[in-house]
Nanobody, 121 residues
Framework: QVQLVESGGGLVQPGGSLRLSCAAS????????MGWYRQAPGKQRELVAR???????NYADSVKGRFTISRDNAKNTVYLQMNSLTPEDTAVYYC???????????????WGQGTQVTVSS
């Protein structure tokens, strides 16, 4: 069984910063990509940032230059440093990981429970 546990969400003023963390645990054979999606009320879930185990990254245009994704492969943990936050960043942020579990034959996506980020004065 593989689990993803997120932390770091909360309320922040416009222009502020937050750092999200997500740790994958359990029977992990291989962990390829990890990343973050977000979903605002009334909107579709969208990719925010993604990073592979080799360090390749990609970002949504709306967060480039403000957000930085990183990971610790040894800890199966991904981080999202969010700076210069705006009210438009308000959403539930979901962590995901593309993992091949021990004893498994293929990779599949696993998801965290979501953490609320609210940007408001």
């Amino acid at each position: 069984q593989v689990q993803l546990v997120e932390s770091g969400g909360g309320l922040v003023q416009p222009g502020g910063s937050l750092r999200l963390s997500c740790a994958a645990s359990g029977s992990i054979f291989s962990n390829y990509a990890m990343g973050w999606y977000r979903q605002a009320p009334g909107k579709q879930r969208e990719l925010v940032a993604r990073i592979t185990n080799g360090g390749s990254t990609n970002y949504a245009d709306s967060v480039k230059g403000r957000f930085t994704i990183s990971r610790d492969n040894a800890k199966n943990t991904v981080y999202l440093q969010m700076n210069s936050l705006t009210p438009e960043d308000t959403a539930v942020y979901y962590c995901y990981a593309d993992i091949k579990p021990s004893g498994g034959s293929y990779f599949r996506d696993y998801w965290g429970q979501g953490t609320q980020v609210t940007v408001s004065s």
